[in-house]
């Protein structure tokens, strides 16, 4: 099978997409905040709950094997998104769904391939370099069991992105989210009986990778067969030759670079500002503060994943008018939502950093300030990075976000010797706004919308007004209500809601949603 895209009569929707464009995105929506919350609960609740059963050390053993299990992702090598763009381009082709089964099936046997091949290296190499002595955690029982576990189960579950990426092809985005939602809550309940039950790490282990390994096997072997039964026509393609097989890799490495690129700038800083930071004070207060910031980040990447997966079916089928108004709506309301949390947290982030560190870190408030008003600056540009993994940009991401990491470490390296933390905050706020808010998102701007300058003056204006506003709101609610503890904190938290809500109660009204929205340029 070759790229050749062989364009049928007229513009085509699948059969299986149903339900409205409304619709979906509200389910896409709903099942990331929600997937969002139980991740929450797993990086955050559990550990109390663990450290009830457990010593530190076995906390911190655990710690590392889930770091490592969260790594095995990187063995998709961005084979997902690449079917994402294949079955989305299959969409104005002749016999869309025979074109599916078969490329589905193929890809299919190369997950299986990697798995065999990934797994076959890894025992051997866990049998000579065992993980306790190499992670240094040899007085942890069960550690290598636990380790081998967690990595070869993470490994098996790899199918599942290739399944992922189909629902959200055709617009079953939200029920693929919402079934792993259950399964991780069934995760996090099997945790605490197993911790409970047994006290030793393999028993976690297990408890958690069977989960997310019955999630894969009622994807691959019964849901997706039953949503889509074109593909068991999938299952008489013929063998595909290595070569057809390291091409897919070829066409998927763009992907996985940018994507991977996107994971080291969130994490890297931390490690480069411990290494180059005398005072553990400081980085404390860096590794703090920066976990905001991430989460608002990661917040609105969520909000643009349903719009993204809309856009990239507009994109593939040709609806170029559509895909316009959804991209120019879209980007205002990832803006908004980025600069309403952002207006809300930089007024009281200072007490709830009291509160969350018992007083015993110090408040950066520059450094705070830096990284939320960077969260809200790049905003706009977390949709135009979704929108061009689903459009098939793999080039223009791979030049962009190396550019990027290229940008970060040669500021980074100068300004944290010079400002400590805070060189580290403007160095990743400069190479966020400079190379993916001002050369990603203006090149996807550019090609999507009529008039991307006035629509990122449009959006400049919205994020200034929001935030100062929000900001000011909060000041003034901080100071006439004073005070510092967690009945202080949840009350100005609550005044402020309910100011902001009142402000934005005319929204309310579809009428001038309607006119607000026609005022988007586009």
Excluded at 31 to 48: E, K, R, W, Y
Excluded at 256 to 277: H, R, W
Excluded at 344 to 350: E, I, T, Y
Excluded at 372 to 377: D, R
């Amino acid at each position: 099978m070759t790229d050749a895209r062989v364009d049928a009569p007229g513009k085509t929707v699948a059969p299986t997409e149903t339900g409205g464009r409304r619709t979906r995105l509200i389910h896409g929506w709903s099942a990331n905040l929600v997937q969002m919350l139980l991740g929450l609960t797993q990086q955050l609740l559990l550990i109390p709950a663990f450290l009830q059963f457990w010593s530190s050390d076995q906390l911190a053993a655990w710690l590392a094997i889930y770091a490592a299990g969260g790594l095995v992702v990187i063995a998709d090598a961005g084979l997902q998104m690449r079917a994402i763009n294949r079955f989305l381009a299959f969409k104005s082709c002749a016999d869309c769904d025979g074109r599916t089964a078969n490329f589905y099936a193929r890809v299919l046997r190369i997950y299986v391939g990697v798995i065999v091949a990934l797994g076959a290296l890894l025992l051997p190499c866990a049998y000579l370099a065992r993980p306790s002595l190499v992670l240094g955690f040899q007085a942890t029982p069960w550690f290598d069991a636990a380790f081998i576990v967690m990595t070869v189960g993470m490994l098996l579950t790899l199918p599942s992105n290739l399944v992922s990426g189909l629902y959200r092809t055709r617009g079953k985005y939200g029920r693929t989210v919402w079934i792993q939602n259950l399964v991780l809550l069934l995760g996090q309940i099997a945790q605490l009986v197993a911790v409970a039950t047994f006290g030793n790490l393999l028993a976690v282990v297990i408890a958690f990778v069977s989960m997310q390994l019955l999630f894969t096997v009622f994807l691959v072997a019964y849901d997706a067969p039953r949503r889509f039964p074109f593909l068991r026509r999938g299952r008489r393609a013929r063998q595909q030759s290595w070569r057809w097989d390291i091409g897919q890799f070829g066409r998927g490495f763009p992907f996985a670079v940018a994507n991977l690129t996107e994971l080291a700038l969130v994490n890297f800083p931390v490690l480069l500002v411990s290494a180059l930071v005398a005072d553990r004070v400081a980085v404390a207060q860096w590794g703090l503060t920066r976990v905001i910031a991430s989460l608002v980040r990661g917040f609105c990447l969520q909000a643009a994943l349903p719009l993204a997966a809309e856009l990239g079916q507009d994109y593939a089928i040709g609806d170029r008018e559509r895909l316009r108004k959804l991209y120019a709506t879209g980007s205002v309301f990832v803006t908004v939502l980025a600069c309403v949390i952002v207006a809300g947290l930089l007024p009281f982030w200072h007490d709830f950093f009291a509160l969350w560190t018992h007083g015993s870190i110090p408040y950066d408030a520059p450094l705070a300030i830096t990284l939320l008003l960077g969260s809200a600056a790049v905003a706009p540009s977390l949709l135009a990075l979704s929108f061009a993994n689903h459009s098939n940009r793999g080039g223009l991401l791979v030049r962009v976000k190396g550019l990027q990491f290229v940008v970060f470490a040669v500021l980074s390296v100068g300004l944290i010797r010079w400002l400590g933390p805070l060189g580290a905050a403007i160095a990743v706020v400069a190479s966020d706004v400079v190379v993916q808010f001002g050369i990603l998102g203006f090149a996807i701007t550019g090609t999507t919308l009529r008039h991307p300058v006035r629509h990122t003056v449009f959006l400049m204006a919205v994020a200034t007004v929001i935030v100062s506003s929000g900001w000011f709101i909060g000041s003034g609610i901080a100071s006439v209500v004073p005070g510092s503890s967690y009945v202080h904190f949840i009350g100005e938290s609550t005044i402020w809601l309910i100011v902001v809500g009142m402000l934005a109660s005319p929204l309310l009204s579809k009428q001038r949603r309607d006119r607000l929205i026609a005022c988007i340029p586009a």
